[in-house]
């Protein structure tokens, strides 16, 4: 086999080996919900990511957002 092929095929394997651990390892961030008391009594849930210390931080998405939920 020709030298040439075999750095342009390993290269391509390499390429999506590496493309696919990104997709894979980014899509879950953790989150947690807080009760939070307002001064007119009402109860307003707030959703914020939190950091999973088993987890690598290459393979980590944050954004640092908290959502209200319903």
Do not use: W
């Not at 961030?29 to 939070?36: A, F, L, M, S």
């Amino acid at each position: 086999m020709n030298t040439r092929n075999i750095v342009k095929k390993s290269l391509i394997g390499l390429s999506l080996l590496t493309a696919g651990l990104c997709v894979s390892g980014c899509d879950y961030v953790p989150h947690k919900t807080y009760d939070i008391q307002t001064k007119n009594g009402e109860t307003i849930k707030l959703s914020c990511p939190t950091l999973d210390m088993n987890r690598s931080r290459f393979t980590y998405l944050y954004n640092k957002e908290c959502y209200l939920v319903p």
